[in-house]
Structures are given as structure tokens and as C-alpha cells.
């Protein structure tokens, strides 16, 4: 069963950075593309950014670019956001996620929906961390 476990959110002054983390289990991250999402109360869920095994590749959403690094350690399963810069409009429950059929992430399209700012298919999804902006 892939189960997929977010920590690491928080409460942070403007400016200030979180480092979120994913825990993996039961899905072999060594092929694999692990989306970060997050979702504002109101507001539809945004895909933020994703990494990929399949061609060792790195995406974002122009709304976070160089705000936001995607890393991964395929060996202790782990998948991470270090979110830097933190501002008002920030502040939402944060996802990883996946779609464990390797047809489905292994094309590029995938990651390339997220960075789009949307939702490709998801077949597991995180229970969520929450991030808090403000002074």
C-alpha cells in the first residue's frame, strides 16, 4: 500500500522558510515523479513542484520559482520542499503526492501538469501539513 506522510509545516514570520518532507512507503522512489501541491481555504488544490527518477528532473510553477527547492533521497525514501521567502498569500495545507503507475509519471507530462500550476492524475495523496504566514 503507498502511503505518503507530510511534517514540517509550521508557523513563519513573512520572509522566514520552512522545509517540508515527505515520507514515502510501500513505492519504490527509485521510479518514481512525487508531486508537491498545496490548497488555500476556497481555493482549488495548485500543483507547486516535482521531481522525477525518470529523468532526473527538477519542475516548478512560475508562482514559486526560485522560492522553492524540490529534493529527494531515494535511499531513506524521503522527499523534501524547502520552501525560502515565505509570503501572505503562502499560507495552505501542504501535499505530496503520486500516481504509482510508472506509464502515468514516467512521461515528462506529468510533471509538466504541476508546473502548470494544476493536478495531473493522483492515485496517493498525503494527509496534509499546514504552513502559516504571519507576523
Known amino acids: 500500500q503507498v502511503q505518503l506522510v507530510e511534517s514540517g509545516g509550521g508557523l513563519v514570520q513573512p520572509g522566514g522558510s520552512l522545509s517540508l518532507s515527505c515520507a514515502v512507503s510501500?513505492?519504490?522512489?527509485?521510479?518514481?515523479?512525487i508531486g508537491w501541491f498545496r490548497q488555500a481555504p476556497g481555493q482549488e488544490r495548485e500543483g507547486l513542484s516535482c521531481?522525477?527518477?525518470?529523468?532526473?528532473?527538477?519542475y516548478y510553477a512560475d508562482s514559486v520559482k526560485g522560492r522553492l527547492t524540490v529534493s529527494r533521497d531515494n535511499f531513506e525514501s524521503m522527499v523534501y520542499l524547502q520552501m525560502n521567502d515565505l509570503k501572505p498569500d503562502d499560507p495552505a495545507v501542504y501535499y505530496c503526492?503520486?500516481?504509482?503507475?510508472?506509464?502515468?509519471?514516467?512521461?515528462?507530462?506529468?510533471?509538466?501538469?504541476?508546473?502548470?500550476?494544476?493536478?495531473?492524475?493522483?492515485?496517493?495523496w498525503g494527509q496534509g501539513t499546514q504552513v502559516t504566514v504571519s507576523s
Open positions: 521531481t522525477s527518477s525518470f529523468d532526473d528532473s527538477t
Open positions: 510501500g513505492f519504490n522512489l527509485d521510479y518514481s515523479a
Open positions: 503526492a503520486t500516481d504509482f503507475r510508472r506509464e502515468i509519471t514516467g512521461p515528462p507530462y506529468w510533471c509538466t501538469v504541476i508546473a502548470d500550476s494544476s493536478v495531473p492524475t493522483v492515485t496517493s
